[in-house]
């Protein structure tokens, strides 16, 4: 529905700076994403949906994008407020990612030793990027990691529910549950306890898709419903049994550590991540 909604929107936005007609790549819970020739170099159009999201929140997104400089963190490369008809919306102008994201290709991690560490080493140097501009980008998953190309480095997108510590947050604190994705959120997040998150979450977050990845199975899932794997790291248990039993001695055993429930048990820092895993 929102592709069909905003297609015009997007087409006008392109027809004013003489871009070609903008192609629909996808939508998400607040943006639909267009690809563009701007000019003849390849762009995503991503419009804002004011009905779903805050101009504050998209704004700190934008905040956060324009202070990273890094490899493996989507570029933006414009953004600003755009008149269409009778209303205001957001738009970010980023680079084109052909590469398609982490879940088109997560068949191609089961198992391989050599793919995941390459991953594994892109998405920790991303996160050591953001700590000191003390960014938490609260919504890792195989949706959100997107390749330039057909090579294997991965790229960090969308930043809608960074988290910016010591800026006044913009969840409230009565609600039950913080911004994320639950399949992928650390406790502390399915929690809302502001006070508890940090770049630890992250860190939680990515040793899911890591385990989930490589073994093709989330590693809280102990042979339940997708609600009973989110009510498991909620409650704050360990792993399923299999899991821990498969990542002992293995190169992933890190992950232990990295999916303890509370967030002074993991690591202090990405850097002692990839100490952790020897790179």
């Known amino acids: 529905m929102a592709s069909h ?14 871009w070609g007609e903008p192609s629909f790549v996808a939508s998400g819970n607040f943006k639909s994403t267009f690809r563009v020739d701007a000019a003849g170099e390849l762009v995503a159009l991503k419009l804002v949906d004011p009905h779903k999201i805050s101009a504050e929140r998209t704004e700190r997104e934008i905040r956060a994008l324009e202070s990273c400089s890094h490899q493996h963190i989507c570029r933006l490369a414009e953004t600003g407020v ?23 290709r997560s068949r191609q991690y089961v198992g391989n030793d050599s793919k ?8 920790t140097s991303a996160l050591t990027h953001l700590e000191p501009l003390n960014l938490v980008h609260r919504d890792i998953k195989p949706d959100n990691v997107m390749f330039r190309d057909e090579g294997d480095e991965p790229v960090l997108v969308d930043f809608g529910l960074v988290r910016v510590l010591g800026d006044t947050s913009l969840t409230g604190t009565w609600a039950t549950q913080g911004p994320g994705t639950p399949l992928y959120s650390a406790p502390e997040q399915l929690h809302n306890d502001k006070h508890l998150i940090d770049g630890r979450a992250d860190q939680f977050s990515m040793a899911l898709v890591l385990g989930e ?26 792993p399923a049994d299999w899991f821990i039993s498969a990542v002992n001695g293995h190169f992933l055993e890190p992950t232990l550590k990295m999916l303890k429930s509370w967030p002074v048990g993991r690591y202090r820092s990405p850097e002692a991540v990839r100490t952790a895993f020897e790179f």
């Open 5 to 18: 909604q905003f297609l015009d929107e997007a087409t006008e936005f392109c027809a004013e700076r003489g």
């Open 82 to 104: 755009h008149r269409f008809g009778g209303r205001e919306m957001h738009f970010l102008v980023e680079e084109y990612l052909g590469g398609g994201t982490l879940t088109g």
């Open 116 to 123: 995941l560490r390459k991953l594994l080493g892109g998405l």
């Open 213 to 238: 990845l490589y073994f093709g199975k989330h590693p809280f899932d102990a042979g339940g419903s997708t609600r009973s794997i989110v009510e498991r790291m909620a409650s704050r248990r360990l």
